[in-house]
């Protein structure tokens, strides 16, 4: 009732909130359940640092900054600026990893691709759900 005639502005805000939730939801179950992997020495992830040439004593650093992303991306709901950090840190994160696995010339580098295309797009609902750009 309270929309304006022709106006679609509710429905798509209602849209789009659905999209940043199922978007920012599943980048932090998939980066929380990385980070899990990084904290027990999955041989996955070991088979992988090795291959991109990281030290393994960097597993659980590294596993940190997943869980803390993944934490980040959660607490955005309430405090939306700590929701924009996380993601941006995730970009940052996996823009790393994209380059770690370009610069060893692994071509085994779609997972790394696909959790920068889940960060980035949890950024970019991000930004246009809170209309920051």
Same mark, same amino acid.
């Given at each position: 009732?309270?929309?304006?005639?022709?106006?679609? &502005?509710?429905?798509?805000?209602?849209?789009?909130? +659905?999209?940043?939730?199922?978007?920012? @939801?599943?980048? *932090?179950?998939?980066?929380?359940?990385?980070?899990?992997?990084?904290?027990?020495?999955?041989?996955? +992830?070991? +088979?992988?640092?090795?291959?991109?040439?990281?030290? &393994? &004593?960097?597993?659980?650093?590294?596993?940190?900054?997943?869980?803390?992303?993944?934490?980040?991306?959660?607490?955005?709901? *309430?405090?939306?600026? @700590?929701?924009?950090?996380?993601?941006?840190?995730?970009?940052?994160?996996?823009?790393?990893?994209?380059?770690?696995?370009?610069?060893? &010339?692994?071509?085994?580098?779609?997972?790394?691709?696909?959790?920068?295309?889940?960060?980035?797009? *949890?950024?970019?609902?991000?930004?246009?759900?809170?209309?920051?750009?």
């Amino acid at each position: 009732m309270g929309r304006l005639s022709g106006s679609s &502005r509710g429905a798509c805000l209602g849209g789009m909130h +659905v999209t940043y939730l199922v978007i920012t @939801i599943l980048a *932090a179950l998939a980066n929380g359940y990385a980070a899990c992997l990084d904290f027990v020495g999955a041989e996955s +992830v070991k +088979v992988v640092a090795d291959r991109v040439q990281v030290s &393994r &004593r960097w597993m659980v650093p590294l596993g940190g900054l997943l869980a803390s992303g993944a934490v980040g991306l959660l607490a955005g709901f *309430a405090v939306p600026a @700590i929701g924009t950090a996380a993601a941006t840190g995730l970009v940052v994160y996996f823009t790393c990893a994209v380059t770690a696995h370009l610069r060893v &010339r692994d071509r085994q580098i779609g997972p790394a691709v696909l959790f920068l295309l889940l960060a980035a797009a *949890a950024l970019t609902t991000d930004l246009a759900y809170h209309n920051r750009w």
